[in-house]
């Protein structure tokens, strides 16, 4: 998938190794599940080499996330398209969830993990207040266009400029999903946020409703004519207090 | 007495024989309601519909963000005499009439009544009615969602959540959409 990956973490007891893991992680969630890999176990699976019921435990994983996803997404969230399987559009929130676990587990608590525009954070920045997260503005990415104050919370972010085949509209294959370019997604679980931001993307205008429909999370769609649609408790993940550059 | 004696011997029998009678009423009649629950989904007529949708403030049409349904025009379908008062945020008086918009489980539209510069009604022309589904959203509040304009943000921050626009699709669809919203 080649997306870049941010880490950053506060507690002092942070080691290089456990960095370290946390970035084998990703290595390992790419040689897996990356379709643009010929010898990753997807693509097995895709050209037929591998039955599912072969595959390893964290691939079944992933299908049974996604057929609930699709189950609670009215069918608007689906990994197959054309006949063959991205799961690209779970996979990552997936693995930044196990990437933020690792940190947990190796008894860090002051961090974020970010990949390809989602992220988790936990905990508090260096400054000892909540993790500033901008989202940003689809027409001009030199620009964010509103500031979050987060604590052990997510936001992923689906948009056209990200959009790949993992990216469609299954009610509806042809239908160009050009009326909204940006949809994020604010809840506590990273897995989550990034699975529902995907639907709420391929739902295109209606996305918004939907994210408004899930209790816990939150969401702010962006339209093609620059114009923005909040739910209505998106506000209290704004920052309120910002320090200017 | 026979009477009592058959009655003892045969009491906890006739007792088992009542529930097990008016187990098989009860369920029957809960097969009914669920049968014409399922059947014959309470329709509500438009012009009905519960003013429980309406939130307590109406300030999303009052903000200056706007709210998600916007007039279909800002000429007033009926007009009335001016009104003699000033409001800090007043609209002409008339009757104005949104789009239709699909709000996922179906379609809303609303009508809202302006007199003495202030908004004195406002009517669902259409909502979702005719899915299961609808009826249960149809019983809490449909929400209006806030709209805004794009803005800059100036703060500092720690992380962004977004990517870099690297597709060329994306920029021809926007240019063809920035042409036609000049119109």
């Given amino acids: 998938m080649g997306m870049p990956i941010t880490v950053e ?59 609930r996803t699709r189950l609670e997404t009215d069918g608007y969230f689906d990994i ?156 209290r993940y704004l920052l309120h207090d910002p320090v200017h550059r | 007495m026979s009477g009592n004696q058959s009655r003892s011997y045969a009491g906890p029998l006739r007792t088992v024989k009542k529930l097990f009678l008016s187990g098989i009423v009860i369920v029957a009649f809960a097969c009914f309601v669920a049968y014409e629950r399922l059947v014959r989904p309470d329709s509500v007529p438009a012009q009905a519909a519960p003013t429980a949708f309406i939130p307590a403030t ?14 279909a025009s800002s000429q007033p379908t009926s007009t009335s005499g001016s009104s003699s008062q000033v409001h800090a945020s007043s609209y002409k008086d008339g009757t104005y009439t949104g789009q239709p918009v699909d709000a996922y489980y179906g379609l809303v539209q609303v009508q809202v009544t302006v007199h003495g510069g202030s908004i004195q009604d406002v009517q669902f022309l259409q909502y979702p009615s005719d899915r299961r589904t609808s009826q249960r959203i149809n019983s809490i509040a449909m929400p209006y969602l806030q709209q805004e304009a794009l803005q800059a943000q100036s703060a500092q921050v720690d992380i962004i959540s977004g990517a870099t626009l690297t597709s060329e699709g994306f920029q021809m669809s926007l240019q063809s959409a920035l042409q036609g919203a000049r119109n």
Avoid at chain 1, 125 to 147: C, H, L, M, S, Y
């Fill in chain 1, 9 to 67: 973490v506060v507690d002092a007891s942070a080691t290089q190794s456990l960095l370290d893991s946390v970035f084998d992680h990703f290595q390992y969630v790419d040689n897996t599940f990356s379709t643009y890999k010929e010898e990753s176990e997807i693509s097995r699976l895709n050209r037929g080499e591998l039955p599912l019921d072969d595959a390893s435990e964290n691939m079944k994983a992933i299908f049974a996330l996604a057929e």
């Fill in chain 1, 80 to 235: 197959l398209n054309d006949g063959k399987y991205d799961p690209s559009g779970v996979v990552k929130g997936w693995a930044i969830g196990n990437a933020a676990d690792i940190l947990r587990d190796g008894g860090v608590s002051d961090f974020y993990v970010e990949a390809g525009g989602d992220i988790q954070a936990s905990g508090l920045n260096a400054e000892a207040q909540p993790w500033r997260v901008g989202i940003r503005n689809p027409f001009d990415p030199a620009q964010i266009v509103k500031v979050l104050s987060l604590t052990d919370c997510a936001v992923a972010t689906s948009g056209t400029y990200i959009r790949g085949p993992h990216i469609y509209n299954p009610r509806d294959p042809v239908d160009p999903l050009d009326e909204v370019v940006s949809t994020t997604v604010i809840g506590a679980d990273i897995c989550d946020a990034d699975r529902f931001a995907t639907a709420a993307f391929a739902m295109g205008r209606r996305g918004i409703f939907f994210i408004e429909s899930l209790p816990g999370f939150e969401g702010y769609v962006i339209d093609r004519y620059q114009r923005a649609t909040l739910t209505t408790g998106f506000e």
């Fill in chain 2, 58 to 71: 109406v300030a999303p049409f009052a903000s200056s963000g706007g709210s998600f349904l916007p007039p």
